[in-house]
């Protein structure tokens, strides 16, 4: 079984910046690719940022440009910049046991309980 544990979040004011990291634990041979997903009120998840176990990265279109994922092991970092109030919502680590569809959300294995980012105007 793999664990992903979430630190960051919090509330910044527009134009701020964050960083969100999660660690993963357990059976850390069972990880390929990791990466965030967020899901606002009253809407469906979406992707954020993903990283394959060969650095390959994929985002989504409203974070281009503006946040960016990185890897170290089995521990992912998002930093968030120029950060929006449509960027407020509750993000999840994500991890899975292979570099395919990195993109698709419900192929994701293992999933933390999220951390909850608020951008105020």
């Known amino acids: 079984q793999v664990q992903l544990a979430e630190f960051g979040g919090g509330l910044v004011q527009a134009g701020g910046s964050l960083i969100l990291s999660c660690a993963a634990s357990?059976?850390?041979?069972?990880?390929?690719?990791m990466g965030w997903y967020r899901q606002a009120p009253g809407k469906q998840r979406e992707l954020v940022a993903v990283?394959?176990?060969?650095?390959t990265t994929n985002y989504g279109d409203s974070v281009k440009g503006r946040f960016t994922i990185s890897r170290d092991g089995n521990t992912v970092n998002l930093q968030m910049n120029s950060l929006k109030p449509k960027d407020t919502a509750v993000y999840y680590c994500?991890?899975?046991?292979?570099?395919?569809?990195?993109?698709?959300?419900?192929?994701?294995?293992?999933w933390g309980q999220g951390t909850q980012v608020t951008v105020s105007s």
């Open positions: 994500a991890a899975k046991d292979s570099d395919y569809d990195i993109h698709e959300g419900a192929t994701y294995d293992y």
């Open positions: 357990g059976n850390r041979f069972a990880i390929n690719a």
């Open positions: 990283i394959t176990s060969g650095g």
